[in-house]
């Protein structure tokens, strides 16, 4: 689990260039995200997970279908805050007010498939992981979501929020996966 701080270190250790060069913005972003999780749950968020968006420079969309792509991470992520709760509750808020609040019993985790709802893709990498593990229980957790990748400009917003998703819920339970397997 990762703080405010250890986060900064983390990404400074594994890409000094990409945090150099943004480094003001990154840490006042993440001081805002600290910020507005504690006005919405009234406590500090216990790690913070991200992931990036990215670009198919050759193959776009095909690798959902097994086939091979060149990909390239770009700047644009998506940072969610994160807090494990006792309650079986999960509650999801985003910072960008276009997209409400939702809040369900993390034990019985239903998408609707008709409806392309920003948490349903919360719900896609919450559930996958679920469902890779064979796990009947999960615990609640508390989250706010960030995002900075514009919606629907094929630098894969949905993909990066299912993958935090994930990697926020194998924190949660203390379980691992390799990237490959993610």
């Known amino acids: 689990?990762?703080?405010?701080?250890?986060?900064?270190?983390?990404?400074?250790?594994?890409?000094?260039?990409?945090?150099?060069?943004?480094?003001?913005?990154?840490?006042?972003?993440?001081?805002?995200?600290?910020?507005m999780f504690n006005s919405k749950f009234g406590s500090t968020p216990k790690f913070y997970v991200r992931a990036p968006g990215r670009v198919n420079i050759i193959g776009e969309h095909i690798d959902y279908c097994g086939y091979s792509v060149i990909p390239m991470a770009v700047e644009q992520d998506m940072l969610i805050a994160v807090e494990p709760v006792k309650t079986h509750t999960l509650?999801?808020?985003?910072?960008?007010?276009?997209?409400?609040?939702?809040?369900t019993t993390a034990n019985n985790i239903c998408i609707d498939k008709t409806k392309p709802l920003w948490h349903n893709y919360f719900l896609c990498g919450f559930k996958g992981i679920q469902e890779?593990?064979?796990?009947?229980?999960?615990?609640?957790?508390?989250?706010?979501?960030?995002?900075?990748?514009?919606?629907?400009?094929?630098?894969?917003?949905?993909?990066?929020?299912?993958?935090?998703?994930?990697?926020v819920t194998l924190t949660v339970l203390g379980l691992r996966l390799s990237k490959v397997e993610l």
């Open 91 to 103: 509650q999801l808020a985003n910072t960008d007010p276009l997209y409400p609040d939702f809040s």
């Open 1 to 35: 689990m990762l703080s405010c701080a250890a986060l900064l270190e983390t990404a400074e250790g594994s890409s000094k260039i990409w945090l150099r060069r943004t480094l003001p913005l990154d840490e006042s972003r993440l001081l805002k995200l600290k910020e």
């Open 132 to 167: 890779h593990f064979g796990l009947s229980k999960l615990p609640g957790m508390n989250c706010l979501v960030d995002g900075n990748i514009p919606p629907s400009s094929g630098l894969s917003s949905s993909s990066a929020l299912v993958c935090c998703a994930g990697l």
